[in-house]
């Protein structure tokens, strides 16, 4: 295990010095935390939580920071798990293969390897910033596609004694940018491993955007689309849209799109014909919530350090030496916006950590 720095007064509760949490946030705010470790073994993960077990202090996960909202101090031994092996089992056939990922596999990586090699499943979720160990908690999606789709099960340690089970695709709880990691097992498991299948079956889903368009104009006349070509157009869909966490201090999509009871949305549809609506198979309806960030005049509206994207109203972004105190006075002003005109009250995506200095 790598420690990057430990807190000598852990356990001293008064004490709020701790270790800078820089670059563990996509958003770019400060924070501070009690310690970070990065283990490079799930034994060594292990370690690091029966060590914090017995000092009596919380232990938190993160990967990449990209869908979090870190405020300026977290009372916890932070852990970023390093470990990160891949392994590629094909079926006897050769048609499907099992792909088991550590968590601290960047997400995009793996994408990108896959699809390189030949195996559909996995490649509209290019560029989704993270690791793969993050990945269940919200059940990542993009271009008609989510991480539940191809998941096989996963593997969980408990934060309270190190003890390590197999969930199944069932047990987790998936849902729309949701899961039981968002609910009954927030902060209380390690999610060490994933297990997927791929596989060598065309299933390419370009319905979403301008997809199949770019696929087209890639591709070599008479040659069949491959996964990398698929990959290769929802990077260049995404870029041009989304702001580049590197350049641009951001967490992608801020808020959910609301999934409206189906009179409840025809009644506002009723009234803005033009709202962009998703029907979903339980009945309800999916409403774009870029569109109504859009029609209450916000897109690329700023405020000191922090703003609302120019080019996707969904994404809130931080300019640099802002505080997030500014940031969440944005988001409750959009929220306050979007209620008032619409009466739909927007739910934050990216989850909060840590709470507020004292006085
Ligand atoms: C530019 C940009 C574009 C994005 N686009 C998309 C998109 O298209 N679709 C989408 O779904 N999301 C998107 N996101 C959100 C984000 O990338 C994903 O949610 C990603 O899975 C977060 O991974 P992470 O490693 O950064 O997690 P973090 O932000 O570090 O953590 C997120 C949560 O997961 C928990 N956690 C992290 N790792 C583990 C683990 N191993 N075990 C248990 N708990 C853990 C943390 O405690 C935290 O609560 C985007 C973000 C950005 C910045």
Redesign the pocket.
Known sequence: MTPVSTDQNAGDTSQCEGVALDGC??LGFSARARALSEPHTVEAARAQVLASRQAGERL?????????VLLPWLDAHVMR?AFDEVIITPAEDGLTATVSVE?GKR?HALVMELAAAGWWGYENLAL????C???P??N???YGVELADHLLRLEVMSLEDGSCRWMNREECGFGY?DSI?KGALE?R????RLELQVSRQASPRLGYGDLAQRVSAALPQGEEVTPLQVAQAVIATRSEK????AQLG????FFKNPQLPQAEAQALLTRFPSLPHYPQADGSIKLAAGWLIDQCGLKGARRGHVGVHAQQALVLVHFGEGAVTELLALAQEVREAVHTRFGVWLEQE??E?GMMPEG
């Open positions: 946030n996509t938190v996960v993160i990967g990449g920071g990209s869908n979090l798990p968590a997400w989704i910033p993270g690791c160990g993050a990945a908690i919200q990542i999606g993009a940018r990691f902060h498991v390690l999610i060490t989304l702001p580049d966490p951001n967490a992608g999509s990216p989850r950590l």
